[in-house]
Each structure stands twice: as structure tokens, then as C-alpha cells.
């Protein structure tokens, strides 16, 4: 299987990716916890069905420590006990993000009240930009046919 184009040497897909890697790097040094960041990152990925970013933040999430259990149960974290209150508020905070289209309401008072139980303005600010990220990044990749289970953990810096 091949990328329909190669949008990461593209001259104007470079540059879109650049904002998007700034938008993502604000995220990053955030205070929004590491690992909440990578387990939305996978939920977000496979709900939009995107294979290149599942493949990228289970393994990054892994080589930072993440235990396989916990990546295993991300699909079904509702029936898992493994995921922490804060963690499963931000999980249902990104599905209900990432499925604007499916709900008349979009995100519901309760998921925002249930999160904002657990993070901090800024923490909600990162949380909302990491959600709106990841969905820009899977629908490239998506768009794009971009390949997935090649990645190297780090690989792009």
C-alpha cells in the first residue's frame, strides 16, 4: 500500500504540517498529563480509523511507558478498569469531540462538566486543542492513505 501522494514532501503540505506540529508542540509542554495526551491521541485515531496514527502514539505511548494492557483496552476503556476518573473523562470528552457529526448537541454539558472535574482551565484549553489536532492530523492521513505500521517510535523528532 502506498500514500495516494507523498503529502509530507509537498512544498504546501509541509507547511500546513508545520502549524500543525506548533499547534501539537503547545499541547505537548502543556500540563495536560502525558499519557492522558497519547491515550486520546489513540482513541481519537481509532475512531477516525486512521491505521498511521494508531500505530504512531500506541507505540510512542509504549516506548514512554505505557503498559500494553492499557493499550490494548483503549477501544473498550468504558468496561475497563485499568483508566483513571480524569482519564476516562478526557477519553469521553475526545469521542464526543471527534463525533461532533454524529451528535445534534456536539459535546454534552455532562462530558464538559465531568472533565472540568479533573483539569484546570489551561489543562481543558490543551485538552480541546489536542482533540481538534489529532482529528486534523487523522483526517490527512486518512485522506492521504498514508500507510500505517511503519513507524519508529520518535522518528519525527
Known amino acids: 500500500m502506498e500514500a495516494r ?4 514532501g509537498s512544498a504546501l503540505g509541509a507547511r500546513v504540517l508545520k502549524h500543525l506540529n506548533s499547534a501539537n ?3 505537548v509542554d ?3 498529563p502525558h499519557a492522558t495526551q497519547e491515550l486520546v491521541k489513540i482513541r481519537a485515531s481509532q475512531i477516525n480509523g486512521c491505521g498511521f496514527c494508531t500505530d504512531m502514539h500506541t507505540k510512542d505511548a509504549a516506548q514512554a511507558g505505557e503498559t ?3 493499550l490494548h483496552l483503549v477501544a473498550a476503556w468504558r468496561e475497563a478498569t485499568v483508566f483513571t476518573d480524569a482519564e476516562r473523562a478526557a477519553l469521553e470528552l475526545a469521542e464526543q469531540g ?3 457529526a454524529d451528535a445534534a448537541g456536539g459535546v ?3 462530558a464538559w462538566a465531568d472533565a472540568a472535574g479533573h483539569y484546570d482551565e489551561e489543562q481543558l484549553a490543551a485538552l480541546v486543542s489536542l482533540i481538534a489536532v489529532i482529528n486534523a492530523y487523522n483526517r490527512v492521513n486518512v485522506l492521504n492513505r498514508q500507510p500505517a505500521g ?3 517510535p520518535g522518528q519525527f523528532g
Request: hydrophobic share 35%; glycine share 4%; net charge positive.
Open 108 to 110: 454534552t454539558d455532562e
Open 5 to 8: 501522494l507523498d503529502f509530507f
Open 25 to 27: 508542540k503547545a499541547v
Open 150 to 152: 511503519g513507524y519508529r
Open 98 to 100: 471527534t463525533r461532533v
Open 30 to 32: 502543556s500540563t495536560l
Open 68 to 70: 500494553a494492557q492499557r
